[in-house]
Structure formats: structure tokens, C-alpha cells
């Protein structure tokens, strides 16, 4: 079904305005409330409830499935499937998720070094991460205005906002 939305409307046509449109949904009153008498309604996900070890959260938003280890995440929204690791820390962060799940054996057969989602004592500050992305162990990835455009095989940064591109893996250690 379809029906006139007359609410909330913002351009996304950049990266800077898609990027603060998303973090917009952890303002305590965001200008696109999910929670007024406005209800928007998606697609029902069969998926288990998100789970937290020691992990602190600050003006964050987290979706179904989530397995979630971080030291600290604040101002960020977290998508379907995500997986962090432990004493990472997220700040002003967009990541959308996964679109599966790698099990066990799945990690063990086919000796994946780096798994989906950001791995163990990373930091990772004002930043998109696309779908189905790998940040291995100890990368620090600091967007911010003291960096210059670019753009490689996995990320790019836009007016000092890091964008992992979808599928992305980006080596342990890795600076940007």
C-alpha cells in the first residue's frame, strides 16, 4: 500500500546531508521521529535481538542482530547483522549492517582472517560504513576535516566524512 507522507522531508543528495540525515535519528528529538503518532512501517525482519557485552551507549540507534562487544559507541546508528568487536570504539558513525551471517564453521572452513564488521580495538570516528564491509583488528579510521578528498578501491572521504564502499575489506592496522 502507499499513502501521502506530509511529514519530514530532507534532500540526501550529497554525502554530507545523507550522513547527518542518519545521525539526525539519535537527537533525543529527531526531526524525523520513528516514534510519534506518525509511524512509518517496514518490513517485519525475523531476526534474534541485538546483544551487548561491556559496551557503553550514547545517542545510538541499533538494529535487529546485532553482536556487540565495543567499548563505547555514541552518535551512531548501527544496522541489521552488525558485528563489533571488543574495546572498539564508534563515534559518529553510520553502518548499515549485513546483509547474512558468517558461522562458525563458515569463519573456520574458509579461514576468513577478517571478519564482517569492525573487529577488536579499533576507533572509528565520523564515518559510513556500507554494507558487508571488513575492518580487521586495531585499524583507526578518523574522518574529520583534516583530511583531503580522495577516493581508492575501498573508502573515500567527502568533505572529511570516511565512506567504506560496500564489500570493503580493509586490512588489520590500517590508518586513515
Known amino acids: 500500500m502507499s499513502y501521502p507522507y506530509e511529514g519530514y522531508w530532507t534532500d540526501i543528495g550529497n554525502i554530507d546531508s545523507f550522513f547527518e540525515a542518519n545521525l539526525g535519528l539519535t537527537d533525543d528529538l529527531p526531526k524525523f521521529n520513528l516514534y510519534d503518532e506518525n509511524r512509518v512501517y517496514t518490513r517485519a525482519r525475523i531476526l534474534p535481538t541485538s546483544k551487548f557485552t561491556n559496551t557503553i551507549l550514547n545517542k545510538t540507534v541499533i538494529a535487529d542482530g546485532c553482536i556487540i562487544n565495543a567499548e563505547k559507541i555514541e552518535r551512531s546508528v548501527i544496522g541489521i547483522r552488525s558485528r563489533i568487536g571488543k574495546e572498539t570504539i564508534v563515534t559518529k558513525t553510520y553502518m548499515m549492517g549485513n546483509d547474512d551471517y558468517e558461522s562458525l564453521d ?52 567527502k568533505d572529511g566524512i570516511v565512506v567504506i564502499k560496500k564489500g570493503a575489506v580493509i586490512p588489520k592496522g590500517t590508518v586513515i
Do not use: A, P
Open 106 to 157: 563458515e569463519i573456520k572452513n574458509k579461514s576468513i582472517d577478517i571478519q564482517l564488521g569492525i573487529g577488536d580495538r579499533c576507533f572509528i570516528n565520523n564515518c559510513i560504513i556500507d554494507k558487508n564491509c571488513r575492518i580487521g583488528d586495531d585499524s583507526r579510521i578518523n574522518g574529520g576535516l583534516h583530511l583531503k578528498d580522495i577516493e581508492t578501491d575501498t573508502y573515500l572521504v
